[in-house]
T-cell receptor
Framework: GNSVTQMEGPVTLSEEAFLTINCTYTATGYPSLFWYVQYPGEGLQLLLKATKADDKGSNKGFEATYRKETTSFHLEKGSVQVSDSAVYFCALASGSARQLTFGSGTQLTVLP | GAVVSQHPSRVICKSGTSVKIECRSLDFQATTMFWYRQFPKKSLMLMATSNEGSKATYEQGVEKDKFLINHASLTLSTLTVTSAHPEDSSFYIC????????????FGPGTRLTVL
């Protein structure tokens, strides 16, 4: 079956630090890959996505590249802000219904 | 655009009672909606896929008679937790996919259920 493994949190960084949250996956076929963000008290929001190998998704300074050879989709940001504090979920969609399979989530706290 | 609401945002009920949670797509039509359960510090677990006008498809291990799903219109799906027990206490999240196409799911803010 499909699965997503992402680095355990929580992650605490100082403002302007570099962020990496690792994500690897196992899937049949050719999944689409996503990063979702959940700010405190809010629902999940799509942060970025990539639908095929070597695609790079980017949004709000965050980037992730779909690496088929390493089955990875690591999230990076060069300089985090306090407002980036949230829980980040890696996910994949596959199968005819394109259902989402989520990783366990990584809590990020950015300190001023 | 693509806003999904849930009602109520939190509910407390007594053991043995039933609770209904609504999920609405406010500015788009959604043939397919999904219901998830999120445990503390855990990922979202897909419970069922709800298709308008047909029976929901439940994931393995999810009791369909306990978690009743009705998707009667293109903008509304409901999840009813029947005969709730304390172990049903959780954060329930719905998402919706546009009828017009695309694989993206738009998520509601979630409903916190506490069963006493």
């Amino acid at each position: 079956g499909n699965s997503v493994t992402q680095m355990e949190g929580p992650v605490t960084l100082s403002e302007e630090a570099f962020l990496t949250i690792n994500c690897t996956y196992t899937a049949t076929g050719y999944p689409s890959l996503f990063w979702y963000v959940q700010y405190p008290g809010e629902g999940l929001q799509l942060l970025l996505k990539a639908t095929k190998a070597d695609d790079k998704g980017s949004n709000k300074g965050f980037e992730a590249t779909y690496r088929k050879e390493t089955t990875s989709f690591h999230l990076e940001k060069g300089s985090v802000q306090v407002s980036d504090s949230a829980v980040y979920f890696c996910a994949l969609a596959s199968g005819s219904a394109r259902q989402l399979t989520f990783g366990s989530g990584t809590q990020l706290t950015v300190l001023p | 655009g693509a806003v999904v609401s849930q009602h109520p945002s939190r509910v407390i009920c007594k053991s043995g009672t039933s609770v209904k949670i609504e999920c609405r797509s406010l500015d788009f039509q959604a043939t397919t909606m999904f219901w998830y359960r999120q445990f503390p510090k855990k990922s979202l677990m897909l419970m069922a896929t709800s298709n308008e006008g047909s029976k929901a498809t439940y994931e393995q291990g999810v009791e369909k008679d306990k978690f009743l799903i009705n998707h009667a219109s293109l903008t509304l799906s409901t999840l009813t937790v029947t005969s709730a027990h304390p172990e049903d206490s959780s954060f329930y999240i719905c998402s919706a996919r546009r009828t017009s196409g695309g694989i993206e799911q738009f998520f509601g803010p979630g409903t916190r259920l506490t069963v006493l």
